[in-house]
């Protein structure tokens, strides 16, 4: 079976998410769609699952024309999805948020124990051991990450459409979802795969289509046939050569952010270590190794059971970000952008300048306008953050735009210490490349970063010296010579190190 | 007993005949009375055959009776704005809050209408008003307490059930009952009054049939000045088949039927009719400038009837009576015509 | 945490009252006025669940119950039939309020004001100020009846709640709503329509508060336009203080009926001790500020409330 | 908090708010009722007193504004009007103070016990609705019990010099040379005006304001922002508790006296006014003007079938069948805006 889309038009206030796009998925084979963020990706992938109506264009199932009214109505034409953003009640168990879709009754009552095993199948097709019967909202976002595949693969899906899947999951986790997606396609599904990481597009995609402003301008070509860079000009619109740094001379002035020995109630032990002004820390570890925790600790949203935090050689308590930002000019980029990131139903304007009313705001706290919206647009511009008008609804930016926007707020801030964690999940190459370079930057201009990220290559890219943290612990430091292959052994080395 | 009341009356009523004669109303067509109540309430419902009556017997432009101020002061002014706007000029109203209702009086009056406060007094001692035509709230509460502490023997246990604890005429209503304990000097011992049960008849219903529940054996009497309470206390007792007695106020029929069948002992009925009735006539004849109040802002009795199974079914002729004593004395010795 | 204040709570009352509070008529007494308090809170409940309020609840319970009262005393309408027709227009009244809802998209608090203050109207009409008591002795003495001092109305509002409970935990339409009300968004993308999950719930709501004003016609001397006018506050603090979130995707069966329960046990105290209302007025707001601090407290270090 | 957030952000009408819609529909009403009954242009009978209505109300609705802000409810708003109230009245009756130190006495108590209210919940957690639900019955309590003590029948009725004067006087009275104001505009309606400039500027222009949206939008990420959320919700309901005193203040001048039944019927107003204005219960979105609309709607529509001569039979019927009918067609009409 084929699912064809043709010439598709989108348009939202002030913005034409797809216009003319158009996408050929086949039976059995695993196809890229790739794009810049705000290229219409998810736009088009909601259209193919009834989320969205497309103002014009058609779409065709098995050769005849069709409209999906309805989520439930592509789940019956065999079409399941894992979308952007997380879809999972949190307090339903993982069996029930698998089953959501369609709930096994059994006399007029859900049933719970055919719930469960499909759950478990399910599960099973992934390898993964988790409890179909705990929360979901005890899980961490890796997790939560895999359930929503399953939740995708319920119901025997013969389309499946994956919208950056594996965004916020570790690379083991990564690659057991590679083999399933290809056992489905080995079996006669056609897969949809959204990815910003080419290294994943390029093993284990057949085809490609690529988006560019809602256009299509690559439509299902063998994705053999191209080569990365041409991928990302078709991407761009214009070529740009793959950036790296030269290793850095280490920094020299004394540290100006250092713990000593902190253990913390979230479980943290004996965990010491500084950042220099200038000087990008790498913090690397497989999800749930507790860098976000150890940050937020950091900043007092976590109880510090022992050990001291001196800034600028001071021991400090710090009690909030308020304070870190005002006293200690700390800043922390979370990493969860929807729960901890931004306002959604705020204009974009009032997420970037939430850090920086405390600087500019002047008698009785008023904020100009003018100063706001200048400093607004600056950002706007740097980032290259795709919106209609700076009064946009965040909620209404694409993925990756909406993970610009929280960077956007603390770099706006002009802290002198800035903690990021995971600062490119599901941003495009380009602007990738561009936050690469920004952080970079920023260091050269010697501000202390700590750089927490599950993304190997681009803690190679960036980090002066790498941090390795499993379960709470620092399992190692090594200085990083940018060089991917010896860093990435070593690294992988230290993490699965049996040492305790 | 409710005798001084009518031996107060009768005699003047008698003088007013020798007198002077009675005084018929010219000219009405141009007077239009607004009998506006503090809100919804069983107490207030004869107004509205009495407005009618009186429109009719004494040729008045109109008569209306609007109960829309919903129990809400600033609700109530601007509903005898507009009624104002309307073309009405002549005004009968039972104040929500007594403690203002002087200030809407004197509002009325500076526009031009003549105003009567019927069926409550405004608290303190002015009234604004050209007349206030009722039986105190207070006086109608101690008259209830002490019927139920003769019914009791002088002694024992009573309580009182009232409605808002926060409203004046509750405050004035809690005075009236227990001046009459005070005057047993001790004879009869006053529970803690049960407030703020009139809200539904299922909150008046749970709180006395909790206070039974507690106090029953020890409590011999129940005197309640709402309307619910009244109701619920009626039934509660006869469900727990206890040798309380209920004494109520007003007459609304629930209330009767218990008299009849003997779950309430009595109740102070009062006369809204007359109210009514007498009062669109006097207004009648202030607003048509034929008679100006001799004592601007007089308080007069309406009078109020004990009710008990003896009487139930004859009370209201006597009511009728004074009420036609009440227009006499009016006409005797309140007004002064042209 | 909830359970033991309401066991710890009545047993005091029982050793202050001198062992009179455990005696059959006083527990009669006790239980014979909780149904209410618990049937509302729950109807509150299920319109919480998608994160909808229902503030017509006291206006329709009123209304519901004067319709009944005059179906039996003025129209001669035989008992059962007259609780039918008081049960189908509850529920039909929730359907439209739900499809107003849904297809206006007007804020279901202005929705639900708007039918409450119409419901108070179309009440009034039917009844005025009088008070209609004489109807069906027998659904008056199944109001009185009790079986080991247990009021038979407090056993069925208990059933209620455990249906309730039941449609919640186990019935799609039930998960569903819960879905709806924890995370619209999520929902829809698994295929779970938001507008019939509102639809569904008003509808429930409206049910509920039928059966409510079923138990209160059989249970009071009488029905007149004063009934359901003091149950809006009681309907939210019920399932509020049980645990109930206002922007949806909880349901808290048990916790519903017990905060009832507690707020039952103060009215009982404030006769016991004949206590001053305005003290009581004290006691109910610590008592409600106290359960909540100690049970919700140890949760979320979160600033502000959950709405 | 979740949900009504997604569902905003999902489609972008929700979030415009119907300023336009519910002037139009004011509007048309006022037509409407002014050819059924022309009465309804009587200054003096009806402009002035309904304006003056709409005056407190709108206050009354900002009260309820500032802390829906900030996704809370303050249920308390009408008992915390009383409770100010009671504090004016007595400087007036029993330090003799003049009009408006009394008032200032009176705000600084109502602003205390919001304040004190806020500082609960940022303290415990605990959802507004139970806390101030909580503290409704406290002050129930505690009400009455002064009042009985102190005056005859539970009200203050002495009337400091100035008092009827505001009730009174309208523009009419304030001249510049022999150019005078409206007569149908009640002085009144300046204390309502003063706050709805102040508020305007306070979420529209400054760092607090923002920082009170913010903390509605999404606590926990305005945790992470560095916003003092805590400080934020005690601000909300501080200035809840002002506001419900300034209202409670204006009712007492209007009807007369200073009473413990100020504010009893504040309670359902206060959300409707606020809501119909556009501010989102869930927080983060908040209208001045809106309030004042959405009051002047109720306001208008209840004045306009008194002077019409609807009885209660059906007053409240029509009230509600007007309103949903009203705000139906407004949002048919928004829609189809929208789609063209
Ligand atoms: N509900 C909406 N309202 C307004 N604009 C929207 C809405 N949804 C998407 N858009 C706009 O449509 C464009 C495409 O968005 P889409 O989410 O499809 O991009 P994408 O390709 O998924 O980007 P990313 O890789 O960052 O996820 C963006 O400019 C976005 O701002
Ligand atoms: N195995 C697990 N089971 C349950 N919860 C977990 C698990 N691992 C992590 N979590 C939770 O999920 C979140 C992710 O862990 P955390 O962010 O602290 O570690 P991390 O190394 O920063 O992971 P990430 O790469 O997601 O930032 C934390 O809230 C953590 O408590
Ligand atoms: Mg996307
Ligand atoms: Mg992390």
């Known amino acids: ?500 | 007993s409710t005798r001084p009341t009518e031996s107060a009356a009768v005699p003047t009523a008698a003088s007013t005949a020798t007198a002077s004669g009675p005084v018929e109303l010219r000219e009405g067509s141009k007077v239009k009375v607004a009998l506006v109540p503090g809100g919804a309430h069983p107490y207030f419902q004869p107004w509205k055959e009495a407005a009618r009556q009186s429109a009719a017997d004494f040729h008045l432009g109109g008569v209306v009776f609007n109960e829309t101020a919903e129990w809400d002061q600033a609700k109530q002014n601007n509903l005898l704005d507009s009624l104002a706007a309307q073309g009405y000029n002549a005004f009968g109203v039972f104040g929500v809050s007594p403690t203002d209702i002087n200030t809407t009086f004197g509002d009325l009056k500076s526009k031009g209408f003549a105003v009567a406060s019927l069926a409550s007094c405004p608290a303190g001692d002015t009234n604004e008003a050209d007349f206030c035509l009722s039986t105190d709230v207070e006086v109608a509460a101690y008259k209830a307490a002490k019927a139920a502490i003769d019914a009791m023997g002088g002694k024992g246990v009573l309580v009182h059930l009232t409605g808002n604890n926060v409203d004046a005429n509750t405050q004035r209503r809690i005075k009236g009952v227990d001046k009459a304990v005070e005057e047993t000097s001790g004879a009869v011992k006053l529970l803690p009054v049960v407030a703020d049960v009139d809200k539904d008849l299922q909150t008046a219903q749970k709180a006395v049939a909790d206070l039974l529940a507690a106090r029953g054996k020890e409590i011999g009497g129940i005197v309640s000045t709402a309307y619910n309470p009244a109701v619920a206390a009626a039934a509660g007792v006869k469900k727990a088949g206890l040798p309380i007695k209920v004494v109520a106020i007003d007459d609304d029929p629930e209330i009767l039927r218990a008299i009849r069948e003997g779950s309430a002992y009595a109740t102070i009925a009062q006369n809204p009719r007359g109210q009514a009735y007498v009062g669109s006539w006097a207004l009648a004849l202030l607003q048509s400038q034929q008679c100006t109040m001799r004592q601007p802002g007089v308080v007069i009795d309406s009078g109020s009837f004990l009710v008990t199974k003896e009487n139930v079914d004859g009370y209201d002729t006597e009511r009728r009576k004074t009420s036609e004593q009440i227009k006499q004395r009016f006409a005797a010795e309140l007004l002064s015509c042209r | 945490m909830l359970i033991a204040i309401c066991v710890a709570g009545y047993l005091s009352l029982v050793v202050a009252s001198g062992g009179a509070f455990a005696s059959g008529n006083a527990v009669q007494t006790f239980f014979q006025f909780l149904p209410v308090p618990v049937l509302i809170g729950l109807a509150q409940m299920i319109a919480l669940s998608v994160g909808q309020l229902n503030l017509a609840v006291g206006a329709l319970g009123g209304f519901l119950a004067c319709a009944m009262g005059v179906l039996m005393a003025d129209l001669g309408v035989p008992a059962p039939a007259a609780i039918v027709i008081g049960l189908a227009l509850g529920a039909a009244v929730g359907a439209l309020t739900g499809a107003l809802v849904v297809f206006t998209r007007i804020n279901g608090f202005i929705v639900t004001l708007a039918t409450m203050t119409i419901l108070i109207g179309a009440q009034y009409r039917l009844v005025g100020t009088r008070t209609v008591s004489d109807y069906s002795p027998g659904l008056k003495e199944f109001g009185q009846a009790s079986v080991l001092n247990i009021p038979l109305v407090f056993l069925l509002a208990l059933g209620v709640a455990a249906l309730v409970a039941m449609f919640f935990r186990a019935a799609a339409p039930g998960r569903r709503m819960l879905a709806s009300g924890s995370n619209p968004l999520a929902a829809t993308l698994s295929g779970v329509s938001n507008d019939r999950s509102v639809i569904l719930a008003h509808t429930l709501s409206g049910l509920v508060v039928a059966i409510t004003a079923v138990v209160t016609v059989a249970v009071s001397p009488g029905v007149n336009r004063s009934i359901g006018g003091d149950w809006l506050l009681p309907s939210f603090a019920a399932p509020i203080i049980g645990g109930a979130v206002l922007t949806g995707g909880t349901a808290v069966v048990l916790g519903t009926v017990l905060a009832a329960f507690i707020v039952r046990l103060v009215d009982s105290a404030r006769a016991e001790f004949s206590l001053q209302p305005s003290w009581v007025n004290f006691v109910v707001g610590a008592v409600v500020l106290g359960t909540v601090v100690l049970t919700r407290a140890r949760e979320t270090r979160r600033s502000g409330g959950s709405s | 908090m979740g949900p009504r957030r997604h569902r905003q952000a999902a489609d972008g009408v929700s979030t415009r708010k119907p300023l336009f819609g519910l002037l139009g529909l004011i509007v048309v009403l006022v037509v409407v009722f002014g050819t059924l009954s022309p009465a309804f242009f009587d200054e003096r009978l009806v402009l002035f007193p309904l304006l003056r209505d709409i005056a407190i109300y709108t206050v009354v609705g900002l009260a309820q504004m500032v802390v829906l802000s900030i996704g809370h409810m303050n249920l308390a708003v009408g008992r915390m009007a009383a409770f100010s109230a009671m504090f004016m009245g007595l400087s007036y009756d029993r330090l003799h103070l003049p009009l408006y130190a009394g008032l200032c006495i009176g705000l600084l108590a109502g602003a205390a016990i919001g304040a004190f209210t806020g500082w609960i919940i940022a303290r415990t957690g605990v959802n507004s609705f139970v806390v101030t639900l909580a503290m409704d019955f406290a002050l129930l309590g505690l009400i009455p019990v002064v009042y009985t003590a102190l005056t005859a029948n539970a009200a203050f009725t002495v009337k400091p010099d100035g008092m009827r004067e505001l009730r009174q006087y309208s523009l009419g009275d304030v001249c510049l040379g022999n150019v005078c104001g409206s007569p149908a505009v009640p002085q009144m309606m300046l204390l309502a005006v003063a706050p709805m400039l102040a508020l305007g500027y306070l979420y529209h222009g400054t760092r607090p304001g923002r920082e009170l949206l913010l903390t509605g939008s999404n606590p926990l990420a305005a945790e992470l922002s560095g916003i003092p959320t805590r400080r934020r919700v005690v601000t909300a309901h501080l200035l809840s508790g002002l506001l419900a005193g300034l209202a409670g203040f204006m009712l007492a001048v209007a009807t007369g006296s200073f009473r413990a039944t100020i504010g009893e019927e504040f309670l359902l107003p206060s959300f409707l006014g606020a809501i119909l204005g556009g501010t989102a219960m869930a927080g983060g979105v908040v209208s001045v003007i809106g309030t004042f609309l959405g009051t002047s709607l109720t306001l208008v529509i209840r004045r306009g079938l008194e002077l019409v001569g609807i009885g209660l039979e059906y007053l409240n019927v029509y009230l509600g069948v007007i309103l949903l009918l009203a705000l139906s067609a407004d949002r048919f009409l928004q829609r189809r805006g929208v789609k063209s």
């Open chain 1, 1 to 500: 079976m084929v699912i064809v889309a043709d010439q598709l038009v989108k348009v939202f206030p002030g913005v034409r998410a797809l216009d003319g796009a158009s996408l050929r998925l086949e039976a059995g084979s695993v196809h890229a769609l790739l794009g810049e963020n705000g290229a219409g990706k998810s736009t088009l992938i909601k259209i193919l699952t009834g989320v969205q109506r497309p103002d014009q264009g058609r779409l065709l199932i098995g050769g005849e024309a069709v409209t999906l009214r309805s989520p439930t109505e592509a789940a019956q034409a065999g079409i399941g999805a894992v979308h952007q953003e997380r879809n999972l009640i949190p307090a339903f168990s993982v069996a029930e948020n698998i089953a959501l879709q369609r709930l096994p009754i059994r006399r007029g009552l859900v049933d719970r124990a055919h719930m469960r095993a499909e759950a478990r199948r399910i599960l099973g097709l992934l390898d993964v051991d988790l409890d179909p019967d705990v929360r979901v909202d005890r899980l961490s976002v890796a997790q939560r990450q895999l359930v929503e595949i399953a939740k995708a693969l319920y119901g025997e899906s013969r389309v499946l459409l994956l919208d950056e899947p594996t965004a916020s999951v570790s690379p083991a986790e990564a690659e057991l979802l590679f083999t399933v997606v290809r056992k489905l396609a080995d079996s006669g599904a056609g897969v949809l795969f959204v990815s910003h990481k080419l290294e994943e597009v390029f093993a284990i995609c057949d085809t490609v289509t690529v988006l560019r402003d809602g256009r299509t301008v690559l439509d299902a070509e063998p994705i053999a046939d191209h080569a990365r860079d041409d991928l990302i000009d078709l991407m761009v619109g214009r070529s740009r050569e793959a950036l790296s740094f030269p290793p850095r001379p280490p920094a020299t002035q004394p540290a100006v952010l250092e713990l000593d020995r902190i253990s913390t109630a979230a479980g943290h032990r004996e965990v010491s270590l500084s950042v220099r002004p200038g000087e990008i820390v790498g913090l690397y570890g497989l999800v749930g190794s507790g860098r976000s925790e150890l940050a937020k600790a950091l900043l007092g949203l976590e109880p510090i059971e022992s050990g001291s935090v001196r800034v600028r050689g001071k021991n400090v308590v710090i009690k909030d970000v308020r304070q870190a930002l005002a006293k200690h000019r700390i800043g922390y980029v979370t990493e969860n952008r929807k729960e901890e990131g931004l306002f959604l139903d705020q204009p974009v304007s009032r997420n970037i300048a939430v850090t920086v009313w405390g600087r500019i705001a002047g008698a009785l706290g008023h904020v100009s306008p003018a100063r706001e919206g200048e400093l607004v647009s600056m950002w706007v511009d740097r980032l290259g953050i795709k919106l209609a008008s700076s009064r946009q609804l965040a909620g209404q930016l694409s993925g990756g735009n909406q993970q610009k926007v929280s960077l956007a707020k603390w770099l706006a801030a002009e802290t002198e210490i800035l903690i990021i964690d995971e600062p490119t999940v599901g941003i495009d190459v380009r602007t990738k490349g561009a936050f690469h370079e920004l952080i970079w930057g920023l260091a050269a201009d010697g501000m202390a970063i700590l750089l927490i990220t599950s993304d190997l290559a681009e803690m190679i890219t960036l980090a002066d010296r790498v941090l390795v943290m499993r379960d709470f612990r620092i399992r190692g430091e090594l200085d990083n010579d940018h060089h991917y292959d010896r860093t990435s052994q070593a690294v992988i080395r230290l993490i699965h190190s049996k040492e305790i």
